[in-house]
T-cell receptor
Framework: KNEVEQSPQNLTAQEGEFITINCSYS?????LHWLQQHPGGGIVSLFM???GKKKHGRLIATINIQEKHSSLHITASHPRDSAVYIC???????????FGPGTRLSVLP | GAGVSQSPRYKVAKRGQDVALRCDPI?????LFWYQQALGQGPEFLTY????????KSGLPSDRFFAERPEGSVSTLKIQRTQQEDSAVYLC???????????????FGEGSRLTVL
């Protein structure tokens, strides 16, 4: 079993739809990151959270430490949101980050 | 520079050739990570530096892979006698904090795409 799992693996949505991407992890963490990777490889850090909820524009990230689960929500989705979204867990004692496999999102106009 | 810079962006190598990939982290960043990302998969950890010290190299897949960061800034990932299975995007990330500190934000480079023929 992978330490960090994501669902769905692929997601196609119509412009304007509300989108949820889920991340579950099996290790204790000190922080969880949500990353966005566009075609061509560039990765941008969207959120870093260790508890509760964070909001930035149309993006919302939540985490439930007890359930070892985090969600990334996109409101009023737009084609420019099309990308791969990756969650990465920073372990309590480890020195590296463990990445989920990513969720490929396509938002159609 | 303003961000993490990697070079070359693209590298095509013949099997058996040695390659060197360079990462310029954000100035002053303590932590530097190398990741390998195969097509359609999430990044896989290779190695971690805290300043010039390589504290974790558990993710390096074989002894053909070698990384250094001699002055605690620029890092080089070297792959000797490349094989086809080495074809991947190699990502570098830096962070202003030590990896053990919670909340250290990661800044990624654009990656170096290696294709081994």
């Amino acid at each position: 079993k992978n330490e960090v799992e994501q669902s769905p693996q692929n997601l196609t949505a119509q412009e304007g739809e509300f989108i949820t991407i889920n991340c579950s992890y099996s290790v204790g963490i000190s922080a969880l990151h949500w990353l966005q990777q566009h075609p061509g490889g560039g990765i941008v850090s969207l959120f870093m959270l260790s508890s509760g909820k964070k909001k930035h524009g149309r993006l919302i990230a939540t985490i439930n430490i007890q359930e070892k689960h985090s969600s990334l929500h996109i409101t009023a989705s737009h084609p420019r949101d099309s990308a791969v979204y990756i969650c990465a867990a920073h372990g309590l004692y480890g020195q590296n980050f463990v990445f989920g496999p990513g969720t490929r999102l396509s938002v159609l106009p | 520079g303003a961000g993490v810079s990697q070079s070359p962006r693209y590298k095509v190598a013949k099997r058996g050739q040695d390659v060197a990939l360079r990462c310029d982290p954000i100035s002053g960043h303590v932590s530097l990570f190398w990741y390998q990302q195969a097509l359609g998969q999430g990044p896989e950890f290779l190695t971690y530096f805290q300043n010039e010290a390589q504290l974790d190299k558990s993710g390096l897949p074989s002894d053909r892979f070698f990384a250094e960061r001699p002055e605690g800034s620029v890092s080089t990932l070297k792959i000797q006698r490349t094989q086809q299975e080495d074809s991947a995007v190699y990502l570098c990330a830096s962070s202003p904090r030590q990896a053990r500190e919670a909340g250290g934000e990661l800044f990624f480079g654009e990656g170096s795409r290696l294709t081994v023929l």
